[in-house]
């Protein structure tokens, strides 16, 4: 029973980079959340779609995140261009009735 | 909007004794309060919730507790074990029946054998 999926675990990129990260959601799920985690802000929403919906594009991170779900089954985040603030886990997560299962995120250093 | 504080950063306690971890809320319409644990190195996964409708919910060793009127909801882990060790994070909904969660900012806890 395969969980949340993300690729890669771990990301190293140059500022001013594009990264893509990918999530495969709970087959069946129809809510798929981006959180970004990082010791000082703890989890922030970046993205929520419902049912391949964008439902919340996470306010200030809208100028350099794009979100996409071009099926109910693959989630992409982008980040463009990359700053090292951005230095962080990236958490995607879904939800099929109530409960939110994670993925085991993708560790971003950007240098 | 709905802000969650999480009291302790960190707790340390004794294997076999009980820990307890605090939160408080702001937005008096929430009504749906998960519990998340975080191990080293993993990403989260949930280990108890409690809606608004009850007061207290128990799991095995994990206890949940919800007041309310004081909008303080809190985690107690009882027998504490080695493997308990872990962040945990509380969380409310932004609102009654809102997709999203708003998260505290994580207790570290360490159990000492």
């Known amino acids: 029973d395969a969980g949340v999926t993300q690729t890669p675990r771990h990301e190293v990129a140059e500022k001013g980079q594009t990264i893509i990260l990918k999530c495969e959601p709970v087959?069946?799920?129809?809510?798929l959340f981006w959180y970004r985690q990082t010791k000082i802000q703890g989890l922030e929403l970046l993205s929520y779609?419902?049912?391949?919906?964008?439902?919340?594009d996470g306010g200030a991170f809208k100028d350099r995140f794009k979100a996409e779900m071009l099926n109910s089954s693959f989630s992409t985040l982008k980040i463009q261009p990359t700053e090292p603030k951005d230095s962080a886990v990236y958490l995607c997560?879904?939800?099929?009735?109530?409960?939110?299962?994670f993925g085991k995120g993708t560790r971003l250093t950007v240098v | 909007g709905e802000k969650v504080e999480q009291h302790e950063s960190t707790l340390s306690v004794r294997e076999g004794d009980s820990a307890v971890i605090n939160c408080t809320y702001t937005d008096t319409a929430s009504s749906y309060f998960p519990w998340y644990k975080q191990e080293a190195g993993k990403s989260l996964h949930f280990v108890i919730d409690?809606?608004?409708?009850?007061d207290r919910k128990q799991s095995q060793r994990l206890i949940v507790l919800l007041d309310k009127k004081a909008k303080r909801f809190s985690l107690h882990i009882t027998a504490t074990q080695p493997e308990d060790s872990a962040i945990y994070f509380c969380a409310a909904d932004a609102s009654s029946g809102s997709w999203q969660l708003i998260f505290g900012s994580g207790t570290q806890l360490t159990v000492m054998p």
């Open positions: 779609f419902r049912s391949k919906s964008l439902m919340e």
């Open positions: 409690i809606r608004s409708n009850v």
């Open positions: 997560a879904s939800r099929g009735d109530r409960e939110v299962f």
């Open positions: 087959s069946g799920h129809n809510d």
